[in-house]
């Protein structure tokens, strides 16, 4: 069965530091690897996406992530966390249509 | 550009009642999706419309139905309300890209 799974539902970094969320998938087919970001009450941002090519994806903020097809992962990472990074983060799994699953989120607490 | 519109913001309804949900997509983008966010289920895929025409669908009851018109405006509605039809409804458009970009959502409770 397809699926999502994001380990982490909280997280709590201290700002400045690093970041590393977990993403793992099951897909039977080539997948389309997206990151996403909710602030409170609203909608969902794109910050990255991963079709094809070079495994290391670079986003918007500051943020990436790496593909490893040998671990079906797509980890996001950011080398220095800002206050203003606070938020939810969805993993989601595609392939060519537009039918896509979206992890559980890891909500991101950043400490002063 | 103007981004995905989504009216109203908020809604209350009445157990039993129907709704009508709105969404205008980005302007060029044929592709418009619908998912359900709640806090037990997360984020679940209600169906998906491409030039008037509903090209995937979630498992959700036949109460939950869509349209979209040929200006790529797509609305969805649920009829005969049920409690656990409160939720964050959010419309999502994409162009060539795979990527959705979201609207705000509409806040659903039901009472």
């Known amino acids: 069965a397809q699926s999502v799974t994001q380990p982490d539902i909280h997280i709590t970094v201290s700002e400045g530091a690093s970041l590393e969320l977990r993403c793992n998938y099951s897909?039977?087919?080539?997948?389309?690897l997206f990151w996403y970001v909710q602030s409170p009450g609203q909608g969902l941002q794109l910050l990255l996406k991963?079709?094809?090519?070079?495994?290391l994806v670079q986003g918007i903020k500051g943020f990436e992530a790496e593909f490893k097809r040998s671990q079906s992962s797509f980890n996001l990472r950011k080398p220095s966390v800002h206050w203003s990074d606070a938020a939810e983060y969805f993993c989601?799994?595609?392939?060519?249509?537009?039918?896509?699953?979206f992890g559980t989120g890891t909500r991101l607490k950043v400490l002063a | 550009k103007a981004g995905v519109t989504q009216t109203p913001r908020y809604l209350i309804k009445t157990r039993g009642q129907q709704v009508t949900l709105s969404c205008s997509p980005i302007?060029?983008?044929?592709?418009v999706s619908w998912y359900q966010q709640t806090p037990g289920q997360g984020l679940q895929f209600l169906f998906e419309?491409?030039?008037?025409?509903?090209?995937n669908k979630g498992n959700f009851p036949g109460r939950f139905s869509g349209r979209q018109f040929s200006n790529s405006r797509s609305e969805m509605n649920v009829s005969t309300l049920e409690l656990g039809d409160s939720a964050l409804y959010l419309c999502?458009?994409?162009?060539?890209?795979?990527?959705?970009?979201f609207g705000s959502g509409t806040r659903l409770t039901v009472v």
């Open positions: 999502a458009s994409s162009g060539r890209d795979y990527g959705y970009t």
């Open positions: 991963y079709f094809s090519g070079d495994t």
């Open positions: 897909y039977g087919a080539t997948p389309y």
């Open positions: 419309y491409f030039s008037e025409t509903q090209r």
């Open positions: 989601a799994v595609g392939s060519g249509t537009y039918k896509y699953i």
């Open positions: 302007s060029g983008h044929r592709s």
